[in-house]
């Protein structure tokens, strides 16, 4: 069982910047991708980022290339997503997931364990 809490969400204008937290609970994250999905209202549950935790490989989707960094802690069993050069349609509840696998993929349904979410506002 991996617990997840995310922090970091909040306020902020557009072209601003703003750093998620996810704290997971785990005696070792090795084999498992840790990834982060947003959520707009009336819209999918989409793929944001993800990292493996055991080589740092990352994979980011196309709509936040070159904007949006995903990295771990391996102390802390913590992982971050830097979001610079924000614009407001990444508004949305973002979530920290986590997958049994070392391998990085995009669907929801391959994630185990997921966060309660935090709230990403960017105002125009």
């Known amino acids: 069982q991996v617990q997840l809490v995310e922090s970091g969400g909040g306020l902020v204008q557009a072209g601003g910047s703003l750093r998620l937290s996810c704290a997971a609970s785990?005696?070792?994250?090795?084999?498992?991708?840790l990834g982060w999905f947003r959520q707009a209202p009336a819209k999918e549950r989409e793929f944001v980022s993800a990292v493996n935790w055991k080589d740092g490989n990352t994979f980011d989707a196309d709509s936040v290339k070159g904007r949006f960094t995903i990295s771990r802690d391996n102390a802390k069993n913590t992982v971050y997503l830097q979001m610079n050069r924000l614009k407001p349609e990444d508004t949305a509840v973002y979530y920290c997931?986590?997958?049994?696998?070392?391998?990085?993929?995009?669907?929801?349904?391959?994630?185990?364990?997921w966060g309660q979410g935090t709230q990403v506002t960017v105002s125009s």
């Open positions: 997931a986590a997958r049994r696998s070392d391998v990085i993929v995009t669907s929801t349904q391959g994630y185990d364990y």
């Open positions: 785990a005696r070792t994250l090795t084999r498992y991708v």
